[in-house]
């Protein structure tokens, strides 16, 4: 009996030495992936975003150059960046997790396909939903075009007479108090 007593103390220990060993390549994990933060830029360099691990929105840096651009596509192109950015973070936790964990882990391998799903690939750059500069339609004449005639423009409305002046009624002074003139009228 003193034979189970001890084996069954062997393997309390070792699944005790087992869950401290994982508790501390998950905290290394843990503590690996708290700094960690991804940076995507536009194309022409007037949007910079930066998130962190957890996917939320750390930085945010609009050039002055975006000025010339409509607001609602330096928007588009804000959100467009965020879901790249965030969509490059199971990317990094796989790797910090090679590097701690180990990828035969089955929990680890379930925490990348959970921040898989949770920041999935964006969807491919649309096409700009907004015209170029050089393809704005114009609904005005342009000056290099020839101008319609133009219709002179009516004549000025004739002057008002002005209205002769109103007469005041003369103040009775039976009803006057000291302020000159009736109460009541």
């Known amino acids: 009996m003193p034979d189970s007593i001890d084996a069954s103390d062997a393997m309390i220990d070792n699944w005790t030495k087992r869950l401290e060993e994982n508790a501390a390549r998950y905290q290394a994990l843990a503590d690996r992936m708290q700094g960690q933060s991804v940076t995507e830029r536009s194309k022409d360099g007037t949007v910079q975003v930066t998130v962190d691990s957890r996917g939320l929105l750390k930085n945010l840096v609009i050039a002055e150059t975006a000025a010339g651009k409509r607001m609602a596509e330096v928007s588009a192109q804000v959100m467009q960046l965020v879901q790249r950015a965030q969509a490059r973070i199971p990317e990094l936790l796989q790797q910090a997790m090679t590097e701690t964990t180990g990828t035969g882990d089955q929990a ?3 925490i990348v396909r959970e921040a898989q799903s949770t920041f999935p690939e964006p969807p ?9 500069p050089d393809r704005v339609r114009r609904f ?7 101008q319609p005639p133009r219709t002179p423009p009516p004549p000025p409305a004739p002057p008002q007479q002005p ?3 109103r007469r005041r009624r003369p103040v009775d002074n039976d009803d006057d108090d000291d302020f ?3 109460i009541l009228s």
């Open 163 to 165: 209205q002769p002046p």
């Open 180 to 182: 000159g003139g009736p």
């Open 108 to 110: 680890a391998v379930e």
């Open 124 to 132: 491919p750059e649309p096409e700009p939903a907004f015209p170029e």
């Open 140 to 146: 005005l004449p342009e000056d290099n075009e020839e």
